[in-house]
T-cell receptor, first 109, second 113 residues
Framework: RKEVEQDPGPFNVPEGATVAFNCTYS??????FFWYRQDCRKEPKLLMS???SGNEDGRFTAQLNRASQYISLLIRDSKLSDSATYLC??????????FGAGTILRVKS | DAGVIQSPRHEVTEMGQEVTLRCKPI?????LFWYRQTMMRGLELLIY????????DSGMPEDRFSAKMPNASFSTLKIQPSEPRDSAVYFC???????????FGQGTRLTVV
């Protein structure tokens, strides 16, 4: 089983839609969780950190379910500029930051 | 701060040649990570350091790969000899401390022909 699993997508949604991605992780000792956004041919950039049950920042909401070992990212009112790959990154014991392969989002007008 | 700085940005080399990738982390950051990204395998952690000491190198593919961090402001990832399957984007990232976000460099796009 992979350490981190994400649905690769692509998720094709119209502008204004609400879309959610899930990410499952295998290491139950993971302490912190991060969602990164990666644009084509660019480096990943932090979107959101999650240290407890969840976090919200504007149109973006992350929720953590430790019992089931998954974390989700919800994007409301999608914009064209949200089109990117979203990477889930649990931080394992010892500050080991690993990532899933990413979920591709395409927002269309 | 200029962020994490990687060099070169692009590297094209012939199979069998030695390749050295360089990284300068953000000043004051205690952790440094090396990743490799391909379409097939996604973003893989190769090795990471804490205070210049390698903590986990279980992601290093094989003995052809080696990484060093001689001081707090510099790290290298070396591939010797290089093979076409090593072609990928290699990212370096650094973080301030435990359970804090990592900041990525712009990456080195390596092509081995």
């Amino acid at each position: 089983r992979k350490e981190v699993e994400q649905d690769p997508g692509p998720f094709n949604v119209p502008e204004g839609a609400t879309v959610a991605f899930n990410c499952t992780y295998s290491n139950s000792a993971s302490q912190s969780f991060f969602w990164y956004r990666q644009d084509c041919r660019k480096e990943p950039k932090l979107l959101m950190s999650v240290y407890s049950s969840g976090n919200e920042d504007g149109r973006f909401t992350a929720q953590l379910n430790r019992a089931s070992q998954y974390i989700s990212l919800l994007i409301r009112d999608s914009k064209l500029s949200d089109s990117a790959t979203y990477l889930c990154g649990p931080m394992e014991y010892g500050n080991k930051l690993v990532f899933g392969a990413g979920t591709i989002l395409r927002v269309k007008s | 701060d200029a962020g994490v700085i990687q060099s070169p940005r692009h590297e094209v080399t012939e199979m069998g040649q030695e390749v050295t990738l360089r990284c300068k982390p953000i000043s004051g950051h205690d952790y440094l990570f090396w990743y490799r990204q391909t379409m097939m395998r996604g973003l893989e952690l190769l090795i990471y350091f804490n205070n210049n000491v390698p903590i986990d190198d279980s992601g290093m593919p094989e003995d052809r790969f080696s990484a060093k961090m001689p001081n707090a402001s510099f790290s290298t990832l070396k591939i010797q000899p290089s093979e076409p399957r090593d072609s990928a984007v290699y990212f370096c990232a650094s973080s301030l401390g435990m359970n804090t976000e990592a900041f990525f460099g712009q990456g080195t796009r390596l092509t081995v022909v």
